[in-house]
């Protein structure tokens, strides 16, 4: 069977989602979220592409990140893959797989969704029982945009630069975004978009691609229930 073809569509964010082999976990100590990070950046900057959003789970990562070209999220996937693998081999003296099969992606319609999906993402570890706050956790883009910590990996979007013209009560105003948790339609409507690589956004936003791009954008009929087991510690998607 054919690999499912992506929307990649230069300056506009996706939502990327990279698991760990089996569910299993990718991190194993405070020096490879960091290297993860530092790798992650570097490829980033070699690709011409932004990162926005991020948090580092366990077993997984979740990206908002903004192509300048074609290729940018897929070349820097796989120079991010082949740097930090090697390391995580190197270090842990183990071979084989570290990532379960390619990275998914979903194209996010900025207009009234790319803010859900920034507090979705920063909100992982809240949902997955590690911390009470997103401000908890160390590994993930909160610190950079709701308190303004310096973060060389968080480039802002233009629609998180215009909650405010000044970056304090810019980040007051994105801080009071996580007041109240995404409704259940929300957390559907993104993971659903992201599990089958569709389109997140508005249904004009999704007609406008699918014009574009002469390709589905929503899901289609639902078939029988697929069953995940979720691991109950460190794990929300």
Same mark, same amino acid.
Not at 92 to 100: K, P, V
Not at 186 to 195: E, F, G, K, T, V
């Given at each position: 069977?054919?690999?499912?073809?992506?929307?990649?569509?230069?300056?506009?964010?996706?939502?990327?989602?990279?698991?760990? @082999?089996?569910?299993?976990?990718?991190?194993? /100590?405070?020096?490879?979220?960091?290297?993860?990070?530092? @790798?992650?950046?570097?490829?980033?900057?070699?690709?011409?592409?932004?990162?926005?959003?991020? !948090?580092?789970?366990?077993?997984?990562?979740?990206?908002?990140?903004?192509?300048s070209e074609p290729h940018s999220?897929?070349?820097?996937?796989?120079?991010?893959?082949? /740097?930090?693998?090697?390391?995580?081999?190197?270090?842990?003296?183990?071979?084989?797989?570290?990532?379960?099969?390619?990275?998914?992606?979903?194209? !996010?319609?900025?207009?009234?969704?790319?803010?859900?999906?920034?507090?979705?993402?920063?909100?992982?570890?809240?949902?997955?029982?590690?911390?009470?706050?997103?401000?908890?956790?160390?590994?993930s883009s909160y610190a950079a945009?709701?308190?303004?910590?310096?973060?060389?990996?968080?480039?802002?979007?233009?629609?998180?630069?215009?909650?405010?013209?000044?970056?304090?009560?810019?980040?007051?105003?994105?801080?009071?975004?996580?007041?109240?948790?995404?409704?259940?339609?929300?957390?559907?409507?993104?993971?659903?978009?992201? @599990?089958?690589?569709?389109?997140?956004?508005?249904?004009?936003? /999704?007609?406008?691609?699918?014009?574009? &791009?002469?390709?589905? &954008?929503?899901?289609?009929?639902?078939?029988?229930?697929?069953?995940?087991?979720?691991?109950? &510690?460190?794990?929300?998607?």
């Open positions: 069977m054919s690999r499912k073809v992506r929307f990649i569509l230069p300056g506009v964010p996706q939502h990327v989602i990279q698991r760990g @082999n089996n569910r299993s976990a990718c991190f194993f /100590k405070d020096d490879d979220y960091r290297r993860y990070r530092y @790798n992650l950046q570097e490829s980033a900057e070699k690709n011409r592409a932004q990162i926005h959003a991020y !948090v580092l789970m366990t077993n997984h990562v979740h990206l908002l990140v903004t192509p999220i897929t070349h820097m996937m796989q120079d991010l893959g082949r /740097k930090f693998v090697r390391y995580i081999n190197r270090t842990y003296q183990r071979t084989g797989s570290l990532w379960e099969g390619r990275f998914k992606a979903s194209l !996010v319609d900025s207009d009234g969704y790319l803010l859900t999906c920034m507090r979705y993402i920063e909100m992982n570890p809240v949902r997955a029982g590690m911390v009470n706050h997103p401000g908890d956790y160390r590994w945009n709701a308190d303004g910590q310096a973060d060389p990996l968080v480039h802002p979007h233009s629609l998180y630069q215009s909650l405010d013209e000044t970056g304090a009560r810019r980040r007051r105003a994105y801080r009071a975004l996580f007041r109240q948790h995404p409704d259940t339609d929300a957390l559907h409507a993104i993971r659903q978009a992201l @599990n089958q690589e569709l389109v997140l956004g508005s249904e004009a936003f /999704k007609d406008y691609i699918g014009t574009l &791009t002469k390709r589905p &954008t929503r899901h289609g009929k639902p078939g029988r229930p697929r069953v995940e087991a979720m691991i109950s &510690t460190g794990y929300s998607e």
